[in-house]
């Protein structure tokens, strides 16, 4: 698995693309949904599924590590929400936190690691 992860309109889409040579038919953009397409090379967009998932009751890190090895050959592209002043509603910041503790499962698990800032990855791992 490969993380990509950096702020919001960062490039993390872009660098993908540019990177590791993804058309857009290979791209499961996790919107409104509350499971992922596993058949998908790419899933972008891991904390707004996260959020879903929170709205609906489910746990998210439970999700993540139950699916760990069907993502195992995928690249997750994720914003980082954690920057920044902490929500003052309960929702927000327990999705801040799901994503924050997803992110790091992921980290843990992945092969390579990339922090996108302005368009220029960092190989963190």
Known sequence: MILVFGGAYQGKLEYVIGN??????????????????????VVCGLEKLILNLINIGADPLEYISKNLDKIDDKIII?????SGVVPTDPV??????????????????AERVVRIFCGIGTVLK
């Open 20 to 41: 590791y040579g993804v058309q857009e038919s290979e791209i499961f953009h996790c919107d409104n949904n509350n499971e992922i397409d596993f058949s998908a090379k």
């Open 78 to 82: 994720c914003t980082d929400i954690s």
């Open 92 to 109: 927000m910041r327990q999705w801040r936190e799901a994503v924050g503790r997803c992110m790091a499962m992921l980290a843990a698990s």
